[in-house]
């Protein structure tokens, strides 16, 4: 079976931390007084303008039911890429290019050149934040908030179903690791795939969505094999749907 890990991720942390101090407002804090402590706490505490300015370019608008989509995803990806601690660079700034370039999942308009020099800028903002004595403190809040074992176990339930269903080898799964997030929408789980390892982060991991995106591991080389076929009969989805869809 893969192992299933889960971990608070500073990184993802520091992302989300920008975004929510820039108006990031998609989180659902209300029933959760740590919660909400936490995000009263970064949008009452005094940011560098300059780090602002950064997270507010992740807001597009070009998705109806998600605005910072695929921003947010890509510079959640690129800050994996740091380490956890100082000096906070990247080892290898053009991995992260590679990376963003080989996603099908978001389309060419939205990983222009541009796009990836604002991403690849993270370091310089990262290092800002955490020059940030509230955001040590912030952090620490954030870390009690996280309940890991539960995480643990959905991921490692999740795998378990797939290969009770499917019948497919334990070794076929990756490693998974849960990267829960509080501060990002409950509706939104992300997967990012480095190395051998399935970082799924959400607000709130549960079985369906670590199901979801531990299939994406699985059927990706077949839907790889497949795509030219995919592509000729695109025409055959109705173009209003096929439009509504994209807006997701």
């Known amino acids: 079976m893969s192992t299933c890990l889960s971990r608070a991720s500073k990184q993802i942390f520091s992302v989300y931390l920008g975004l929510t101090a820039s108006g990031y407002d998609m989180a659902r ?13 970064i949008k009452a ?3 560098p303008r300059h780090v602002l300015a950064y997270f507010r370019k992740a807001r597009t608008d070009r998705c109806d039911v998600n605005p910072y989509w695929p921003r947010a995803f890509l510079v959640s990806l690129a800050s994996l890429y740091l380490p956890e601690s100082p000096p906070y660079q990247y080892s290898d700034p053009g991995a992260i290019e590679r990376h963003i370039e080989d996603l099908e999942a978001v389309s ?3 990983k222009r050149a541009d796009t990836v020099r604002w991403v690849l800028q993270l370091p310089d903002i990262y290092q800002a934040l955490w020059a940030q004595p509230v955001t040590h403190r912030l952090w620490s809040l954030y870390e009690r908030h996280l309940n890991l074992g539960q995480a643990e176990k959905v991921a490692a339930d999740a795998a378990a179903l797939i290969v009770r269903r499917t019948g497919v080898a334990p070794e076929r799964l990756p490693g998974i ?12 789980t992300d997967e990012v795939t480095i190395g051998d390892n399935t970082c799924i982060i959400a607000s709130e991991p549960d079985l369906a969505s670590c199901i979801h995106e531990m299939l994406h591991h699985l059927l990706s080389p077949a839907l790889a094999l497949s795509r030219g076929t995919i592509r000729e009969f695109a025409y055959l989805l109705v173009p209003r749907d096929r439009d509504r869809r994209t807006r997701f």
């Open 29 to 41: 804090p209300s029933r959760n007084q740590c919660l909400c402590q936490l995000i009263d706490g």
């Open 45 to 47: 505490s005094d940011w």
């Open 108 to 110: 060419p308009a939205d």
């Open 177 to 188: 690791v849960i990267l829960p997030n509080p501060l990002q929408a409950p509706e939104v």
